[in-house]
């Protein structure tokens, strides 16, 4: 995998504070590097990926100017994360995030990726002293950036030769309606992932194999087998 261009906006819908960067990232800290690599590197790999396509959408309008060079990369991406900013706000979802936006080559082909990275409450330690004598005490804080695909995370994947897409995100509920909130934003029409594939056909051979007496474990296997063919 290779890195071409990345750059950082921070997103706080809670507080609605947008802060986008003017400038790309380029010389990157080297011990920041392989966690932004390790995570794209995830993304392609994830099992959570949906194969989609855009309909109408404002986004992929946005990247098509890209491509014809009415905009430039860090135009873009300002354009792009500051839409999801409003969109989230507009169904109400209040948290901290870290948008990366990153141009990549896998194996010679381009791609544009978007990476919603949810800032997560994690503990830490923080030491106070009292009258002389020292206190440690556990604290709650944010994290800004995980390697790895967390449950809050949205991103997408364009390629940039067709804009064929592809999409990771888990439900979100809004006024109890359960609905895939990133897909609304993105404009977009989605199919099952490999992993929500494999779940539903694990509940389908079971029952199978309780109609039938078969051993349900070898069955699941075939299946998965047929669907990677």
């Known amino acids: 995998m290779e890195i071409c261009k990345l750059i950082l906006h921070i ?5 609605n504070i947008f802060v986008p960067s003017d400038i790309e990232l380029e010389n990157i800290n080297e011990e920041v590097y392989p966690l ?5 590197k995830k993304v ?3 099992q959570d990926r949906k194969q989609a396509h ?3 959408s404002n986004i992929e309008k946005m990247i098509f100017n890209y491509k014809t060079n009415e905009m430039n990369f860090v135009e873009l991406s300002q354009q792009i994360a500051g839409y999801i900013f409003d969109e989230k706000r507009r169904y109400n979802i209040f948290h901290t995030s870290d948008f990366i936006l990153a141009e990549v080559k896998v194996n010679e082909i381009r791609y544009i990726v978007g990476l919603d990275n949810a800032n997560s409450p994690k503990l830490t330690h923080t030491t106070k002293e009292i009258d002389n004598q020292i206190i440690n005490e556990i604290i709650s804080y944010k ?8 449950k809050f995370d949205r991103i997408f994947i364009v390629e940039y030769s067709n804009s064929s897409l592809q999409i990771i995100e888990n439900p979100y509920y809004f006024n109890t309606n359960k609905i895939y909130v ?9 199919k099952p992932s ?11 051979g079971e029952m199978l194999s309780e109609k039938y ?3 349900h474990t070898q069955n699941l296997s075939t299946l998965k087998t047929l669907l990677m063919e």
Do not use: H
């Not at 997103?11 to 507080?15: A, I, P, V």
């Not at 994290?143 to 967390?150: A, G, K, V």
């Not at 990133?182 to 989605?190: D, G, R, Y």
């Open 213 to 215: 007496n078969m051993d």
């Open 194 to 204: 490999f992993k929500e594939t494999v779940a539903v056909l694990s509940d389908s």
């Open 54 to 56: 855009f309909i109408n």
């Open 182 to 190: 990133f897909q609304e934003i993105l404009q977009c029409s989605s």
């Open 44 to 46: 392609f790999n994830s």
């Open 143 to 150: 994290t800004l950036f995980s390697n790895n695909i967390m």
């Open 11 to 15: 997103m706080d819908t809670t507080q």
């Open 36 to 40: 932004i690599e390790s995570k794209l």
